[in-house]
């Protein structure tokens, strides 16, 4: 799917061209010629390559030329009518063509030339030129009076020239015979001495990798040697690279922990050992009117103290009460408060429980 995609977003103006120009020799179902002739004489703006032109050449041995120059001069009037005949040339001359009119009519030519120049004597020459001398008011009139309306690098003027020139050569070529024949031979001549260049590299090539094949060994050894270098290099600097990244690593994972305990002791608070408040003095209520509250109500200390002196309060919380704990018969007295002879009696005795509890809170006082 990847790779089809990727042809898909690579595909370009002249591929949908060629789609489109190969869907409509199959629906029309041309010949194989034909399909030859017009992708030789395309709109593209190359061509005719050497390649298109031998492929038409060889159809010489399946198909009359007769036939071939026929076709190719039919193709020419095609391109050459300002005049539509139906919607289908309509559409392909204002729309699909526009502006590119003019290379098929150029190329045709030289696919004329072409034939002129590469058939061989006798009877296949002879087709081509009676074809032509019967069609040749397209040759005379037509291509010499062609005008191109429009083109798309904008030099109408400089591609008819060209036209009308070539139209004149080809002309010339078969009115004169003379003229014909001298340039099929210099066209001969060109053609053997590429063909002789191109033998001459060829062998050049073949002597010179002959002679290159010990010079390729010894060089291939010497390659082998620096390949072998290289790779111990390469291996030895992975290493240390591998080396240097766990160290660093390492040290990335000991800076994180050295952060995060830090960051929890920030966290937690650090207690003031030095900060002691002074114990308060027990608060000791006593009235006039009810001497037995300060009996039975043990003096109480605050909740702000630490808890040493909590622990402590409770220990002599539990001292007062065991001294201070009154006998039944005291009870007995304290319940009866209608006598007053017993209240006056039992005055003496709180207020004594009391300064002996305060001398004892002294004391406990001076300990701490």
Not at 196 to 223: F, G, P, Y
Not at 225 to 239: D, G, K
Not at 293 to 318: C, K, L, M, R, T
Request: proline fraction near 5%; charge should be negative.
């Amino acid at each position: 799917m990847d790779s089809l995609s990727k042809k898909i977003q690579n595909l370009g103006l002249h591929d949908f061209r060629n789609a489109a120009r190969f869907a409509q020799n199959m629906i029309v179902q041309y010949e194989p010629y034909q399909i030859d002739i017009r992708t030789a004489t395309n709109t593209d703006s190359w061509g005719p390559t050497s390649k298109h032109l031998q492929k038409v050449i060889r159809h010489k041995y399946h198909v009359p030329v007769y036939l071939m120059t026929e076709y190719i001069l039919k193709r020419l009037i095609d391109h050459i009518a300002s005049k539509p005949k139906n919607f289908y040339e309509k559409a392909r001359k204002e729309y699909v063509n526009y502006g590119n009119e003019w290379r098929v009519v150029m190329k045709c030519l030289i696919l004329i030339e072409f034939l002129l120049m590469n058939v061989s004597d006798g009877d296949e020459l002879h087709q081509v030129l009676t074809c032509l001398k019967k069609h040749i008011h397209i040759l005379s009139r037509e291509t010499t009076t062609y005008r191109i309306p429009f083109s798309n690098d904008g030099k109408m003027e400089i591609h008819e020239r060209g036209i009308h020139k070539k139209s004149e050569l080809i002309v010339q070529l078969i009115e004169d015979p003379d003229f014909l024949n001298q340039q099929r031979s210099t066209h001969i001549k060109n053609t053997l001495k590429i063909r002789k260049q191109n033998e001459m590299d060829i062998l050049n090539a073949n002597q010179s990798a002959t002679n290159s094949n010990v010079s390729v060994e010894d060089e291939e050894s010497d390659d082998e040697l620096q390949a072998q270098v290289s790779y111990e290099h390469r291996i030895h600097t992975s290493v240390n690279l591998d080396k240097q990244r766990k160290q660093r690593r390492e040290i990335l994972k000991e800076r994180i922990k050295n952060n995060e305990e830090q960051r929890r002791k920030a966290s937690q608070p650090v207690p003031d050992l030095l900060d002691f408040d002074d114990i308060p003095s027990p608060v000791t209520t006593s009235n006039s009117n009810d001497p037995t509250a300060s009996s039975i109500n043990p003096p109480q200390e605050s909740d702000d103290d630490d808890d040493d002196d909590d622990e402590f309060g409770d220990f002599q919380v539990e001292s007062s009460t065991t001294k201070t704990t009154p006998s039944p018969t005291q009870q007995v007295q304290e319940t009866d408060i209608t006598e007053p002879t017993k209240i006056q009696k039992n005055d003496q005795e709180p207020k004594q429980k009391v300064l002996d509890f305060n001398d004892l809170y002294q004391n406990s006082k001076s300990l701490i």
